[in-house]
């Protein structure tokens, strides 16, 4: 009987103007999301991968200088788009495009797209992510809201259950039925992003496929959720009308309401420090020690006299190493340390402020739909940080590989000898690589929860109806 009806749901669909007048809507939508998205994003990268290599150009152009004098020249980290990062864009709007790397200190990511942009984007970017979170659940809602209702006006209902169909079979049927047409309208939007998706240009673990699919699955499960409750909201109603009503605030309130109530909340409860605060911890630190009772001064003077007994000399000039240099790699070490526990304190801060969101999934398909995008996308906070983590080990990285030639090729006090490219062609390019698709799920773990709560609510939800009164 199931089969029927679903048949029955999509030949009817098929013949509604208001589906065809959907279905070209969403399809332009989509379409010019998509030209947008590739458009934006092949400019984008290519504007930062010339940006990277001439970074790179200029290190290795530079002058002879001593070693660390180069080190401060500095380097560029920039953060190239995904191949997936052009179906959602995520935070990368928010999060800055590229940070400097130099000695001493790590700075913030800069220039991000959004210091330039009107307010206007807080609304959202048009990406086919946005369009397909946004966009059919609204046009669903016009489709399914008469779904059963309808039925009830008409009094074809009695009709249907004197065939021996249950309510639950009816509404199963019409689920299926709409389910199926709306997934035909969402599967050309994914074979365009897979035409137009660029090949990767960093290294990646060779799953883009996988997170490709389980994008694809995320937003088909989604659709299916819209439509269970749209037309169980429709199976409850007395009249057309209510339904409507009623779904059009739930759409308010999914898509607009809660999203904004719940980001605003969590920075409410966590606030955050200011710049100046966190720079100011950071100086303290230096000058003071990780547990306050270490000054720099102390921990030189004990690095002096282990190195003294070491070599087993009586001064710094009969040193066979530079101790300035060796000074320098200790104090990057040290500062390293507060760095991570300063940032580790926001960071903190900041998934506070995302857990209040990400547990809102549960209550809210919408956002989960959001995170689990933005998850295999690689456009969230989590590999945002994960990208930061990979530019600070390369700066120390390239730091301390030049203090410690300085160390072992110059002495002590001599910051005159110089060296050039045959020192600085040393220091490897900085080569981001992306997490696993797994270790990305892992991160958004509630919001994959919440995805297969919400399906376990939609069974629910189906066999509820039989609690639904016929007049």
């Known amino acids: 009987m199931i089969s029927i009806i679903v048949k029955k749901e999509i030949t009817d669909l098929m013949r509604d103007k208001r589906f065809w007048i959907i279905a070209t809507v969403l399809s332009l939508l989509s379409g010019l999301a998509c030209l947008t998205a590739w458009q934006s994003n092949a400019r984008t990268n290519a504007e930062r991968m010339a940006a990277q290599q001439m970074s790179r150009d200029g290190w290795l152009n530079q002058p002879p200088k001593n070693p660390h004098t180069a080190a401060h020249f500095g380097n560029f980290a920039f953060r190239l788009k995904t191949s997936l990062s052009m179906f959602d864009n995520g935070l990368d709007s928010y999060t800055g495009t590229s940070v400097f790397l130099e000695p001493h200190k790590q700075d913030d990511f800069k220039f991000s797209q959004a210091e330039d942009a009107t307010s206007i984007i807080r609304f959202g970017e048009l990406t086919p992510a946005f369009v397909l979170q946004c966009i059919p659940p609204l046009l669903i809602v016009f489709v399914c809201f008469n779904a059963v209702s309808v039925e009830k006006e008409n009094s074809t209902i009695k009709l249907l259950l004197s065939q021996g169909t249950s309510v639950p079979q009816l509404v199963a049927g019409k689920i299926v039925g709409y389910w199926l047409v709306v997934s035909l309208l969402i599967m050309p939007v994914f074979v365009a992003v897979f035409l137009m998706m660029p090949p990767p240009v960093h290294a990646t673990r060779g799953d883009t496929g996988v997170r490709f699919v389980l994008l694809l699955v995320n937003y088909l499960l989604y659709a299916g959720i819209v439509i269970t409750a749209c037309v169980v909201v429709s199976a409850f109603s007395q009249t057309s009308r209510s339904a409507l009503i009623k779904l059009l605030g739930l759409w308010m309130l999914a898509c607009v309401v809660v999203p904004k109530v719940t980001s605003n909340l969590g920075s409410t409860i966590y606030q955050t420090p200011s710049q100046y605060a966190y720079a100011k911890l950071v100086k303290h630190d230096e000058a003071n020690g990780l547990d306050g009772h270490d000054p720099a001064d102390a921990r ?102 030049m203090n410690e030639f300085m160390a072992t090729h110059t002495k002590s006090g001599d910051w005159k000898t110089k060296f050039g490219q045959e020192v600085y062609r040393h220091i490897r390019p900085f080569n981001y690589r992306e997490p696993a698709a797994g270790w990305a799920i892992g991160q958004q773990g509630p919001a994959f929860i919440a995805l297969m709560s919400w399906l376990l609510v939609c069974f629910v939800l189906v066999k509820a109806t039989k609690r639904v009164r016929i007049l």
């Open 300 to 401: 030189r003077a004990v690095l002096l006299r282990q190195l003294l007994t070491r070599y087993q000399v009586d001064t710094v000039t009969a040193l066979p190493v530079n101790f300035d240099a060796i000074a320098m790699v200790e104090s990057e070490r040290y500062t390293t340390q507060i760095y991570r526990k300063r940032l580790g304190e926001v960071r903190s801060i900041f998934n506070r402020q995302n857990r209040i969101s990400q547990f809102a999934t549960f209550l809210n398909p919408f956002q989960t739909v959001q995170y689990t995008s933005m998850a295999l996308c690689g456009t969230d906070y989590a590999q945002f940080t994960y990208f930061q983590d990979q530019a600070e080990r390369y700066r120390l990285y390239f730091v301390n590989t």
